[in-house]
């Protein structure tokens, strides 16, 4: 069975300061690992993904297999980046997805 | 392109009442999934559709909640009858069929309150 787990619920930073949001999985296989986001009162929205190795609004995230997590980082926190954060993991032939508990990011001016 | 389109987007029912969501998937897409997200959780899958088949819905609880995907475009859930347990935020996606670059689109969910 697959599993995502977050285990901050609330993380406060201060603006300017460096941000990381943990997230750790456990699959058999490999798995493709995302980040998704939900600002207030918006709907649920990818961020990034770990195939893409991409850097989004100032966020990257790097998937170790290693030490099956794939944190997402921010070198210096703005104040629009207070939002719920959400790790997810797809996996097996119809791409189930799985999401961990969530994080909110709360940056204080 | 358009979103992905949930109704209601509120629903206040009795407990022991029915209810059910729509969803309109993003043109295209053949899979569309349903969540069930309770205050403080993550997003929980209820169950998978591909096109009008069901590819998952082992978390989905059979005795009450059943769902349909007729022609494999819209959905629609059902909670019949509802418990006070089922209060949440059902979040319906969509995306396209195939692996590699695809994400899920979400809906802005439908917030049900069961009193």
């Known amino acids: 069975a697959q599993r995502v787990t977050q285990p901050e619920k609330l993380l406060s930073v201060f603006k300017g300061a460096p941000v990381e949001l943990k997230c750790n999985y456990s699959?058999?296989?490999?798995?493709?690992l995302f980040w998704y986001v939900q600002y207030s009162r918006q709907r649920l929205q990818l961020l990034l993904r770990?195939?893409s190795r991409e850097s989004i609004k100032g966020f990257t995230a790097d998937l170790n297999k290693g030490e099956t997590s794939f944190h997402l980082k921010k070198p210096f926190a703005q104040e629009e980046d207070s939002a719920m954060y959400y790790c997810a993991l797809r996996s097996g032939g119809y791409q189930k997805v799985t999401f961990g508990t969530g994080t909110k990011l709360q940056v204080i001016p | 392109e358009a979103g992905v389109a949930q109704s209601p987007r509120y629903k206040i029912i009795e407990k022991r009442q029915s209810v059910a969501f729509w969803c309109n998937p993003i043109?295209?897409?053949?899979?569309l999934y349903w969540y069930q997200q309770i205050l403080g959780q993550g997003p929980k899958l209820l169950i998978q559709f591909q096109n009008n088949g069901v590819v998952d819905d082992s978390q989905l609880p059979k005795d009450r909640f059943s769902a349909e995907r007729l022609k494999g475009v819209d959905s629609t859930l059902k909670i019949q009858p509802a418990k006070l347990e089922d209060s949440a935020v059902y979040l319906c996606?969509?995306?396209?069929?195939?692996?590699?670059?695809?994400?899920?689109?979400f809906g802005q969910g439908t917030r049900l309150t069961v009193v």
């Open positions: 996606a969509s995306s396209l069929i195939w692996a590699g670059n695809t994400e899920a689109f």
């Open positions: 043109s295209g897409h053949a899979t």
């Open positions: 699959y058999s296989g490999s798995p493709e």
């Open positions: 770990h195939i």
